[in-house]
């Protein structure tokens, strides 16, 4: 990003360019603030509030945080968010360096636009739908379990998305399903602006296609790691159309995540403070677990 | 010489194996879609008699139509605005760049990560309290404040791009900003208005979670949230959800087929700059 400063006009005086520009941004900031600045001020206000949405509030204090933070269901909920990364953020960008790495040379020409858009249609659809359509492959009667049989795997099918142990696993999976072609494709887009020179002195030198990867492509593609990581968190941590139709939290609490406790605590056991604390919760952990990300991987400049 | 993995083989094997995977869930959902509705399909099978009518069944008890209608009340309603505000914004901005000022650019940054649960709680008082709960206005004009952060982001790494001889050679005609911005800056802007129309109409035509909490009635709400309302209420007829959980994603997906060039591009660069 370059920043010059702005050039002395004499014509035009430095105030009223600045007059003029605050008039340009006005709009823009009006409506961000009041249908996002001040619903945060209000969250962190609810959150000091016992309050059921109807009634008489009360002050509260902190003991909203205190319960998110003790709280073991809540605990347990904010826990099976960290949960989901692996599958939203560790598997895809592991695995899509992996093939990316191996399919460097092949992404041109129509197989290349072919492979592009199949990719992408996950990024394309409501999530609803990945949920709606992968409820129907976890299904007992579903394709997974037929696949299982067909390789002789009877003994592992089993009702996925209503299983103590698999459902957050397979509810991952569904993240994975979605985030893997972006950060792939990403990741090949990265690859293709590393100078062709690098692979080609490598190979001279005798390097093995690992020495390759760990010592030319992962270095070099450092700026889109971050941005595939930055991404997939984010979605992992404030995941909840998936959730919502595919388990609704289920079975027990083992799939809820904190976007659907919140709905739930504020629209359906009205416990409007606690719901706003788990928010402003939630909002926080999204911060500390990108701004080092952002931090290690930007590029120097 | 050459180790295994570097046949070509191996990577197109990958790919083909990765298109597969991901094509297979819709696959699944259309085998069950041409089941007999009220039948409980298996699996990957194509049914013996493909029950079509299965779509048109969807699309009437669904009230499909209507809720198409209302999905594009709400994106025009959202998008041309935010594109507009985010515009001004980030010219703005653009010439906002001395030292103390920044911070106003920061604020609207803040909002970059912000999960929509977050707010949502607070979001619903507020949205009743003006009146417009149940209403398209309940979808529309929070969406507006939410994509501003990124609207904004993204507009302004555009105008910061631009070459200030432009700005100082229109300053020296006698043009005023608002002119400027109008006669010289827009036209130059199509590329990047382009690309954040495309990413704000996905996001809006998918919005799932304002919906759900702030209008009631499926007819008023986006596509994704109908879609949520048509699960809870023929949930149990899977050949029935599949059709219309088909016909819903369709509109976006045809579009996506017709315009992928365009549509891969801003995606890979708004989560750059996401």
Not at chain 1, 266 to 284: D, N, Q, T, Y
Not at chain 2, 66 to 72: E, I, N, V, Y
Request: aromatic residues 12%; charged residues 10%.
């Amino acid at each position: 990003m370059t920043v010059t400063e702005t050039v002395q006009n004499p014509q035009a005086p430095a105030r009223k360019r600045i007059a003029a520009a605050w008039g340009f941004i006005l709009p823009a900031f009006a409506i961000y603030a009041a249908f996002v600045l001040l619903p945060m001020a209000i969250s962190v206000y609810y959150s000091l509030l016992n309050w059921d949405g109807i009634g008489q509030a009360s002050f509260a204090g902190l003991s909203n945080y205190w319960e998110v933070m003790t709280d073991s269901d809540l605990l347990q909920i904010i826990g099976n968010a960290f949960q989901l990364i692996i599958y939203f953020t560790a598997v895809p960008v592991v695995l899509g360096l992996l093939i990316a790495s191996v399919i460097r040379n092949q992404m041109s020409g129509r197989f290349g636009t072919v492979t592009r858009t199949i990719l992408f249609i996950p990024q394309v659809i409501p999530l609803v739908a990945a949920g709606i359509a992968w409820s129907w492959m976890y299904d007992f009667d579903g394709v997974v379990n037929q696949f299982l049989n067909l390789i002789g795997l009877e003994s592992w099918t089993r009702g996925w998305l209503g299983d103590f142990d698999y459902a957050l696993p397979a509810v991952g999976l569904i993240g994975t399903w979605v985030l893997l072609g972006l950060c792939l494709l990403l990741l090949v887009t990265g690859i293709a602006k590393i100078d062709p020179a690098l692979y080609e002195a490598a190979k001279l030198d005798g390097a093995t296609p690992w020495q390759e990867f760990r010592h030319v492509t992962l270095p070099s593609l450092r700026p889109e790691i971050g941005v595939c990581i930055t991404v997939t968190i984010i979605q992992a941590l404030s995941s909840f159309d998936v959730v919502y139709v595919s388990t609704g939290g289920g079975p027990g609490i083992e799939t809820t995540v904190p976007g659907l406790e919140i709905y739930r605590l504020a629209f359906a056991h009205r416990e409007v403070g606690l719901a706003s604390a788990l928010g402003v919760v939630l909002m926080i952990l999204v911060l500390v677990c990108i701004l080092p990300v952002q931090w290690l991987t930007r590029e120097k400049s | 010489m050459n180790h295994w993995l570097r046949n070509p083989w191996i990577g197109r094997g990958l790919i083909v194996l990765l298109m597969a995977i991901t094509l297979l869930p819709f696959l699944s959902m259309l085998s069950a879609a041409l089941a007999p509705s009220g039948t409980y399909p298996v699996g990957l099978s194509w049914p013996s008699d493909p029950q079509w009518g299965n779509f048109a069944r969807a699309f009437e008890v669904a009230n499909m139509g209507q809720m198409m209608l209302s999905s594009l009340l709400i994106v025009a309603g959202v998008v041309p605005l935010a594109v507009i505000m985010a515009c001004l914004a980030g010219f703005g901005l653009s010439k906002l760049v001395t030292g103390r000022r920044k911070w106003l650019y920061l604020v609207f940054v803040l909002g970059l990560t912000l999960p929509f649960e977050s707010i949502i709680t607070p979001l619903y008082y507020e949205v009743r309290a003006l009146g417009l709960l149940n209403t398209r206005f309940a979808i529309i004009l929070p969406l507006l404040g939410l994509y501003m952060p990124f609207s904004v982001y993204w507009m302004r790494a555009h105008f910061i791009g631009v070459p200030k001889d432009l700005s100082e050679a229109a300053q020296l005609d006698g043009a005023d900003s608002w002119r400027e911005f109008w006669k010289i800056q827009m036209p130059l802007a199509r590329p990047s208005v382009m690309s954040l129309s495309i990413l704000l109409f996905l996001w809006t035509w998918n919005q799932f979670l304002l919906p759900v909490v702030l209008v009631q009635d499926p007819t008023k709400r986006t596509v994704a949230g109908a879609l949520g309302a048509f699960q809870g209420q023929w949930g149990t007829d899977v050949p029935l959800l599949c059709a219309g959980s088909l016909i819903i994603l369709a509109p976006t997906v045809i579009l996506f087929l017709i315009f992928q060039r365009q549509f891969v591009s801003a995606l890979l660069q708004g989560a750059v700059k996401g």
